[in-house]
């Protein structure tokens, strides 16, 4: 018998495409591509994944992103990623991708954005998932890079919802960022950004009060200061929080420690994301089942984080109604 947990219909919001690489899956197009990985064996890989921190697992993620280098190979990764999660149930998924960590090794923007986005249509119409993409700027990089990257992608204007920021977040508050931010509000896209996962509440602010976003990702940090948390709550403002990944990369020791309870308490519309599943060890599943068991979650609570993550995504009313109907399902069956 399946757990209510794992037959809850899933939206996911908070995820790296390029972190969906299964290390069985970067051995493969290393070879196709003549890559050679400074790794002996697919076991050796994985045992590398043990990270004291997010520059630490950020090292290895854009190691193992050289790999990716044709239109085959994106589209590969992303349809790797939906028929996995399909087992979980994710219905829709907004899904991240880093185009300079592709375009600054010579990787062309249409052979990412065309990859991706034919996964995306092949998931739609074979496993009923709906999914859109949301291009991110890399924060250690500057200001200017973003600009020039979301000029680069507007040819592709079509196959993108929305911008978003991550990489490594200390020391690259979001002020810097402006600009491209600006420009992506101009040309009607969303904007999301990594905020208060490492970084202090202050980048919470700056994200929505610099780069106006809609949804923070992780934010989990936003405990700390008592008026941003009436702030995001007032304006319902969702954080995408990970929960595996946060415990991967020490943001809290134990997944018991974890704030999403509270967060919750607080009247916050979280939702449960996996960020970088080949690389945390969990796609949804293992994170919803995984909060439930050490944090004691009800099966009302795991439906509130289900249909938070309805409201909280770009999709249409339609959709969203359909996605709702569909939690509603589960749970008369639960
Ligand atoms: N934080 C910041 N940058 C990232 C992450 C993350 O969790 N995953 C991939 N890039
Ligand atoms: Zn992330």
């Not at 190691?63 to 996995?84: C, H, I, P, S």
């Not at 990702?217 to 008592?226: F, I, K, M, P, S």
């Not at 995408?240 to 420690?257: I, Y």
């Amino acid at each position: 018998m399946t757990s209510f947990a794992e037959r809850l219909p899933k939206v996911e919001l908070h995820l790296h495409i390029e972190g969906t690489l299964e290390p069985e899956l970067m051995f493969a197009l290393a070879d196709r591509n003549g890559v050679t990985l400074p790794y002996a064996s697919v076991d050796a890989l994985r045992a590398a994944y043990d990270f004291g921190n997010l520059q630490d697992f950020l090292d290895l993620y854009y190691q193992g992103a050289n790999v990716l280098q044709k239109q085959e190979d994106f589209f590969d990764l992303a349809w790797a990623y939906f028929t996995r999660v399909h087992r979980d149930n994710v219905e829709h998924a907004e899904l991240f991708f880093d185009p300079q960590t592709h375009t600054d090794r010579g990787v062309a923007m249409g052979t990412v954005i065309e990859g991706l986005t034919a996964a995306c249509k092949k998931a739609d119409e074979e496993l009923n998932i709906s999914s859109s993409l949301i291009l991110c700027f890399l924060r250690h990089l500057s200001g200017d890079a973003a600009v020039q990257t979301l000029r680069d992608a507007l040819p592709y204007r079509e196959h993108f919802i929305g911008v978003g920021l991550d990489s490594a977040e200390v020391g690259n508050p979001p002020e810097r960022f402006t600009e491209a931010f600006d420009l992506a509000g101009a040309e009607g896209l969303h904007r999301v950004a990594h905020a208060g996962e490492e970084g202090p509440p202050e980048y919470i602010w700056g994200a929505l009060d610099a780069l106006h976003v809609e949804r923070i990702d992780h934010g989990v940090r936003c405990l700390e200061d008592a008026k941003l948390v009436q702030r995001l709550a007032a304006e319902r403002i969702p954080l995408t929080v990970c929960p595996l990944s946060n415990t991967k990369l020490r943001v809290f020791d134990d997944l018991s420690q974890h704030n999403l309870p509270r967060l919750l308490e607080a009247g916050l519309c979280a939702t449960i994301n996996s960020d970088d599943p080949a690389y945390f060890g969990g796609y949804m599943n293992d994170n919803f089942v995984q909060c439930q068991q050490a944090l004691g979650l009800s099966d009302a609570q795991l439906r509130l984080l289900a249909e938070n993550a309805i409201e909280a995504s770009f999709v249409d009313d339609a959709r969203k109604a359909q996605l709702r109907a569909s939690v509603q399902r589960a749970s008369e069956g639960a």
